[in-house]
């Protein structure tokens, strides 16, 4: 039996999942979402970046605690929820995961959304490849790496990225104080003050459930848990899984670090540059050439090569690393629910299923709305919907453990605190889209 590794030092050497993820996060959200937020509200929106980075990584180690004491996948375990429920096939479903399941239509949405980026950047790159042929093109690629690859693959791959924009953007962050868009005490201090402009609201949630950690990287997270091994040995000591929970968290917060470190210098450069030029909203709904002027207007016209690569490598990622975890997630909706049978080849079949079939309809989501920040958005406003339901399961999910294995009381408050937020956030998404603010 596999030993869990005990100091700091050894646990580093185990993380994986984080990677995969960061690699989703700091992509759609970060570089698109991100600095249109500064851009239209400037600095004054900083703290709800941070709550939005900071709320939602405790929810994500609850739920994986449960997964990796229980073995089970995210799904299996959110059908143990109270309420309705249905059996089809023998495989019994709560009410809360057919919920979750209709967010894969405008996630798949947003998904085109991000196709789009991909491919204005990569237009910006080869401009005699249409957009719309960059569309197809990576679409292609996204679904030969995924049919072809393994975990290890994959988390190798986005290591290379991650790495390379998390440096890129740290640079540039640093180079934007020597010039005349420098950002000031001043405006860290507006930016931290609490307030809300009103005029933004619509943006502001869909920042909120696309950056940071959004309940389907939540989701997925779980996922590469498993194949990464934390919850690989049945029959472990109760000291065994307390050691894997703590390899989780330490990989959880690396997670956090990498998405800071990836999204805030983004946010800072919108509310510094953009807002100063008023590229809110980017005109002729062209987000890469907008955010464009980000880069040009600190470094000079050279860094046009710089962004262009820098913002292909992170929307590409982005899009690898979700349809990675669209692979696993729907493949466990159709066996859990009952609507696939399973047997033993189901799943790894399905998985190579799904990784051609999300690509295709993020392809076709694109061409029937040619509108990246529309289509993102769509689906920021969803999965900041979908917080409160997973926030749920996790305060009661954990609380079916055995006491030793069960979360501490402040960290169960904290998650009740994150809860009412997301409550009082999903209202005022529901009373903006029905009655308008």
Known sequence: MRKPPQSLLQRLKYIGPSIIVTGSVVGSGSI????????????????WLLLSMWSKPLIQAEISRYVIVKKQTFLEAFA?????????????????VWFM?????????GMGGLAGAVAQAGNLMI????????????????????????????????LAMVAFFSLVTLIIAISMQTTTYQVTGQDLIQG???SFPSDHVALALAVFGFTGISYGEIMAYTYWCLEKGYAKEEGESLQDTRAWIKVMQTDVWVTVLFVTIGTVPFFLLGAGVLHELGLYPPPDGDIIKTLLSMFTGILGNWAKWLFILLAFFVLFSTFISGTAAFTRTISDYLISMGLVLEKPNTRQQLIK???FLVPLFSGIAYFLLPNPLTLIMIAGVWAAL???????GALYLVNKLEKELQPKSSTKTILWLTLLLQVAMAVLIVYSQTIGI
Do not use: Q
Request: contains cysteine.
């Open 353 to 355: 299923l799904i990784a």
């Open 101 to 109: 399941f209709i967010g894969v239509i405008p996630s798949i949405a």
């Open 386 to 392: 979908g917080l409160p339901i997973v926030n749920i």
């Open 80 to 96: 143990h929820m109270p309420g309705f429920k249905t059996t089809i096939r023998g495989k019994t479903t709560s009410w809360l």
């Open 127 to 158: 401009p005699f490849i249409s957009v719309e042929a960059w569309v197809v093109t990576g679409c292609l690629i996204t679904w030969l790496i995924l049919y072809w690859g393994s975990y290890k693959t994959l988390e190798k791959t986005l």
């Open 192 to 194: 931290l003050s609490f």
């Open 32 to 47: 698109a979402l991100t600095p249109l937020l500064g851009a239209a509200a400037g600095f004054s929106l900083l703290w």
